[in-house]
């Protein structure tokens, strides 16, 4: 039974969905002004390792990220550079993606974009004050936080007795500055904006997650995902405007990712302290170090983010890597004893019991690692066969299907193993072992095993890809 933590109820809930099978996914996209830092992108793998499990676990998963293209920073960006809004936008979307693919995150079934979405805001808007929600001043539109009662129900927060009236038309603010907050903002002199049967403006930020959010997934849908910052004001707002539109639960389960931090911090462009991918990288580290290191340890728990860690992430890869190429040396494709079988499915249960357990890496890592080990002694004690290796190596690509910081297994057709073959024979010649060994290791770690013979090398799958 997978449990996930709502931050609604501030506890662990069973995971039912609207309809049987199906996750329906909202999870907040990037705001395209600038690149993505390291600290997003942990919020953007957990959210990648939550629909790989969920995947895992039968579900088909249907995932909506917004693409917020329009905000106060992005404008101003826009205007200092001279160019217009998609000029603009179009450079860092284009960089999150591939930044995404990166690090092997999966891209979301749909990508909306706010700006394409300006019509369905302005339907909610209308909704909202024709429900008794919102009301306008100087052209701009606000939503009136004392007319919905839920309010402060995500972040619990108690806002009875607070000014009512108060507005505030910046997008980001915090409790303390709890105030009735722009659905739509007043076109500015100078300012991209829409003209619309609400009047010319723009939208502000929450409105856009409703409106998308509602379009592809229903009014009621399953999971919705931020990072720890979201939930007030974002999330709150999202809710009472969402909720206050249609009269029905917007969202079943709130899930929130912790920080990521740098000496205490957290990393926030605003602080000054942020890496990008890309910095990180020119730093000698490999994607799939990050990756590990974003997922070895708990969602809900804030992340230190070191050098060291790094090291120590590329040092568990590799001890994963050995497994699987000490394996595939022996492995045939048969199958494996019964009591091995008993091991992989027993190891296989507490993996599952982990990650169901609120997604809880670093348990199901641990489980990965006590059974290496198990099976390493077994294999010195000469009690391991080709059945059980190749068992082994389909468990731990199995793990990898959901954490995926191991080079993904490609199918090799059978032109590129005897051209492989040919390159090494020339190293050979050449007396150059270290370059045939490596080719070897690397036809290996593909799962085609060399014998080299009087009459030459012969070439072996030693398991085909599931
Ligand atoms: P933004 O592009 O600012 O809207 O942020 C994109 C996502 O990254 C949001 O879900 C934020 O909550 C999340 N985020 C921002 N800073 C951090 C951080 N230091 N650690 C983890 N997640 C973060
Ligand atoms: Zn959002």
Redesign the pocket.
């Known amino acids: 039974m997978l449990r996930l933590y709502n931050t609604l109820t501030n506890a662990k809930e069973e995971l039912k969905t609207v309809e049987e099978g199906v996750v329906r996914l909202y999870?907040?996209?990037?705001?395209?002004?600038d690149y993505?830092?390291?600290?997003?992108?942990?919020?953007?793998v957990f959210q990648d390792l939550l629909r790989r499990y969920l995947r895992f676990r039968g579900y088909r998963v249907i995932h909506v990220m917004n693409i917020?293209d329009v905000d106060d920073r992005i404008i101003q960006n826009a205007r200092e550079q001279g160019m217009s809004l998609e000029e603009y936008t179009a450079k860092y979307t284009a960089a999150f993606i591939e930044d995404s693919r990166t690090l092997r995150i999966e891209l979301p079934e749909l990508m909306p974009r706010a700006t394409d979405h300006i019509p369905e805001m302005v339907a909610l808007i209308k909704k909202l004050e024709a429900n008794g929600y919102a009301y306008r001043r100087d052209g701009s539109i606000y939503f009136n936080i004392s007319r919905f009662p839920g309010y402060g129900r995500l972040s619990k927060t108690d806002f009875r007795g607070i000014q009512t009236g108060a507005r505030v038309d910046t997008d980001k603010y915090d409790k303390e500055n709890a105030r009735d907050f722009a659905l739509w903002k007043a076109a500015k002199k100078g300012e991209v904006f829409w003209e619309t049967e609400i009047g010319p403006g723009r939208p502000g930020w929450h409105i856009e997650c409703s409106a998308m959010s509602m379009k592809y997934l229903g009014e009621t849908f399953d999971i919705h995902?931020?990072?720890?910052?979201?939930v007030f004001p974002h999330h709150e707002n999202e809710i009472a405007q969402s909720e206050g539109a249609t009269g029905k639960p917007f969202v079943r389960l709130w899930l929130?990712?912790?920080?990521?931090?740098v000496d205490g911090e957290?990393?926030?462009?605003s602080l000054g302290n942020?890496f990008t991918l890309r910095d990180i990288l020119a730093g000698g580290h490999s994607p799939e170090a990050i990756r590990y290191l974003l997922l070895s340890s708990h969602y809900r728990k804030q992340?230190n983010f070191t050098a060291d860690g790094l090291r120590q992430a590329q040092a568990s890869i590799q001890r994963l890597e050995d497994f699987l190429q000490r394996m595939s040396e022996v492995a045939v494709e048969e199958a494996p004893r019964p009591d091995f079988a008993e091991a992989v499915a027993g190891a296989r249960r507490d993996l599952v019991e982990a990650m169901d357990d609120d997604l809880n890496t670093s348990a199901a890592l641990a489980v990965v690692y006590d059974f290496i080990r198990s099976t390493y002694q077994r294999m010195d004690q000469q009690e391991l066969g080709g059945g059980d290796a190749n068992a082994a190596i389909e468990f731990v690509r199995d793990l990898d299907g959901i954490f995926a910081v191991l080079p993904p297994e490609a199918e090799l057709v059978d032109d590129e193993i005897l051209r492989k073959i040919e390159e090494r024979s020339e190293a050979r010649k050449r007396r150059d072992f270290a370059e045939s060994d490596r080719i070897r290791d690397w036809l290996l770690a593909k799962g085609i095993r060399l014998e080299d013979t009087r009459e030459g090398t012969r070439w072996k799958r030693v398991r085909s890809r599931t």
């Open positions: 999870t907040c996209g990037p705001t395209v002004y993505a830092h390291i600290g997003n992108f942990r919020t953007f917020t995902c931020g990072g720890a910052d979201l929130h990712s912790e920080f990521l931090i957290k990393m926030s462009k942020q992340l």
